[in-house]
């Protein structure tokens, strides 16, 4: 059973930077298809940004474009969010979550919507204040 784990979360001024790691129990997400998610305080859950397997196509919320980075990490069991620029809505608890590539296809193809997504972390607290 494949476990994630986000940390990297804390407080941070406007316009400062964090970045969340997503690392998972096996030793390779490159068949995973990963997703960055975040919910604030009575709104909904909102897709950010997410990453195809095989480290192929990146898809970013108008929201974010520009100033985050999803990437993954030379340690293959770690997927990264680097946020830039943060602004005050952006504070949420950021989850990560994945989706295997379905067999005998030789990529998933990530998307901004939860359903897909199997495998869910905690979740790591962001909060912008100043």
């Known amino acids: 059973q494949l476990q994630l784990v986000e940390s990297g979360g804390g407080l941070v001024q406007p316009g400062g930077s964090l970045r969340l790691s997503c690392a998972a129990s096996i030793f390779t997400l490159d068949d995973y298809a990963i997703g960055w998610f975040r919910q604030a305080p009575g709104k909904e859950r909102e897709g950010v940004s997410c990453i195809s397997s095989g480290n192929s196509a990146t898809f970013y919320a108008d929201s974010v474009k520009g100033r985050f980075t999803i990437s993954r990490g030379n340690a293959k069991n770690t997927v990264y969010l680097q946020m830039n620029s943060l602004k005050l809505e952006d504070t949420a608890v950021y989850y990560c979550?994945?989706?295997?590539?379905?067999?005998?296809?030789?990529?998933?193809?990530?998307?901004?919507?939860?359903?897909?997504?199997?495998?869910w972390g905690q979740g790591t607290q962001v909060t912008v204040s100043s």
């Open positions: 979550a994945a989706v295997r590539r379905i067999l005998f296809q030789p990529l998933r193809i990530c998307t901004l919507g939860a359903d897909p997504y199997e495998y």
